[in-house]
């Protein structure tokens, strides 16, 4: 069965810093694995969607990496502002659940100003 | 259009109040979810449609009955809540394999008194 663990469970950082968040999933049987991001009581945004035959993806800022291999999937937020202030969430797409979304429980992450 | 639209954002109904949320989505997507999210918990799946079909029921009591009136809309009629069943409710949308990543809406808050 899936897992999805990320770590840290949250993150405080000063503005400015570059930062990573890591993610990791048991079974490599996966099709694509999608970076979120959630405001306080707010919908999801889609960030980043990396196929499986994918290494990378980028947008702006962020830089979403997968190694099928090793289980992991990293987030790296280049020069972090205290708008990046939000609830990170990476889901697997699992072949072996009919395609559906394995959630993570999430990087809470804080921008200090 | 590359939204998912979530109506309405606040709901508060009483234990005996019959109400519905409504979700729509003009992307095409022929597969459209129901998620319900308890605070600082990762989205839990509900109800999956494929080709406004119900292919998935993840044991959902029968208070929540879910609708697919065609392929750009999905509601979810409520009856008889309980107090836990307060949450943000979200909807989502994705081609039917998830192959190019989920959209999600910006969710209703349902609150039961």
């Known amino acids: 069965k899936q897992e999805v663990t990320q770590i840290p469970a949250a993150l405080s950082v000063p503005e400015g810093e570059n930062l990573v968040l890591n993610c990791s999933f048991t079974?490599?049987?996966?099709?694509?694995l999608q970076w979120f991001r959630q405001d306080p009581g707010k919908g999801l945004t889609s960030l980043l969607l990396?196929?499986?035959s994918q290494r990378e993806q980028t947008s702006g800022r962020l830089n979403a990496s997968l190694d099928k291999s090793s289980g992991r999937s990293t987030l790296y937020i280049a020069a972090s502002q205290p708008g990046d202030s939000a609830t990170y969430l990476c889901?697997?797409?699992?072949?072996?659940?009919?395609?559906?979304?394995?959630w993570g429980a999430g990087t809470k992450l804080i921008i200090k100003p | 259009d590359t939204e998912v639209t979530q109506t309405p954002k606040h709901l508060v109904m009483g234990m005996t109040n019959k109400k519905s949320l409504k979700c729509e989505q003009h992307?095409?997507?022929?597969?459209m979810y129901w998620y319900k999210q308890k605070a600082k918990k990762p989205p839990e799946l509900m109800f999956v449609?494929?080709?406004?079909?119900?292919?998935i029921n993840e044991s959902v009591p029968s208070r929540f009955s879910p609708e697919c009136p065609n392929s750009s809309l999905l509601n979810l009629h409520l009856h008889a809540l309980q107090p836990e069943d307060s949450a943000l409710y979200l909807c989502?949308?994705?081609?039917?394999?998830?192959?190019?990543?989920?959209?999600f809406g910006s969710g209703t808050r349902l609150t039961v008194v």
């Open positions: 989502a949308s994705s081609q039917v394999t998830g192959n190019y990543g989920y959209t």
């Open positions: 992307m095409g997507h022929r597969a």
């Open positions: 449609y494929s080709y406004e079909k119900l292919s």
């Open positions: 079974d490599s049987a996966i099709y694509n």
């Open positions: 990396i196929q499986s």
């Open positions: 889901a697997v797409g699992n072949m072996d659940s009919n395609y559906q979304l394995i």
